[in-house]
């Protein structure tokens, strides 16, 4: 139930991220170095911000979830530093992870989005105006495990089941979509 609804639910905001995330300019082979550092230092903030938030849940998460596993900061430290960006991102976002389920339907989001970069990876790696960039550590931060890891994580959202905590989990995800779109939308406006 909650993995139909939850796709369905949040597909525009969904698609909101990707037309403000640079997604055309990067399937055409067109996005350029600033434009690729934009989304670097625009993930790093949210992600920072998202695992800082990790450490202070007022609930246990199960360990089959592996996430220390799903961290991906060193991932984008790494990268912005091979871009000579500075990686002292301050962030100020704040996602829904007040219960369980809200967490996971955040978490969707940053999941979602990891197993949307290993095809962004492949774009990226094609593109002649990122011939500098050495390493997409972000972006094939799963690696070999990306399905393995995706497989597990819908496990443990589909646990979900009560109507109630379907819908905070739901409503969770379409707030960060919300939260991902202005912060891609600021970036973009400021450059």
């Known amino acids: 139930m909650i993995r139909e609804r939850i796709k369905s639910e949040t597909a525009e905001q969904h698609k909101n991220v990707e037309n403000v995330g640079y997604?055309?300019?990067?399937?055409?082979?067109?996005?350029?170095?600033d434009?690729?550092?934009?989304?670097?230092?625009?993930?790093?903030?949210?992600?920072?911000?998202?695992e800082e938030q990790w450490s202070a849940l007022p609930f246990d998460l199960p360990?089959?979830?592996?996430?220390e596993q799903r961290r991906k900061t060193k991932a984008l430290e790494d990268d912005a530093r091979a871009l000579g960006l500075e990686t002292n991102v301050k962030s100020e976002f704040?996602?829904?992870v007040n219960t369980y389920e809200q967490f996971m339907g955040t978490l969707y989001v940053f999941e979602g989005s990891?197993?949307?970069?290993?095809?962004?990876?492949k774009q990226l790696i094609k593109n002649q105006n990122l011939s500098e960039v050495s390493e997409f550590n972000f972006y094939n931060c799963y690696g070999p495990m990306i399905g393995k890891l995706w497989k597990d994580f819908l496990d443990h959202l589909t646990?979900?089941?009560?109507?109630e905590k379907v819908d905070r989990a739901i409503k969770?995800?379409?707030d960060t979509f919300d939260i991902t779109y202005h912060a891609f939308a600021q970036v973009i406006k400021a450059g």
């Not at 997604?23 to 170095?33: D, F, Q, V």
Request: charged share 20%; proline share 2%.
């Open 23 to 33: 997604s055309s300019r990067i399937m055409s082979g067109e996005l350029n170095l």
């Open 35 to 50: 434009e690729y550092k934009n989304l670097i230092l625009t993930n790093l903030g949210l992600n920072k911000a998202f």
């Open 63 to 67: 360990a089959e979830l592996n996430i």
């Open 94 to 96: 704040k996602f829904p």
């Open 114 to 121: 990891t197993l949307g970069g290993a095809i962004i990876a």
């Open 159 to 163: 646990q979900i089941k009560d109507a």
């Open 172 to 174: 969770a995800a379409q």
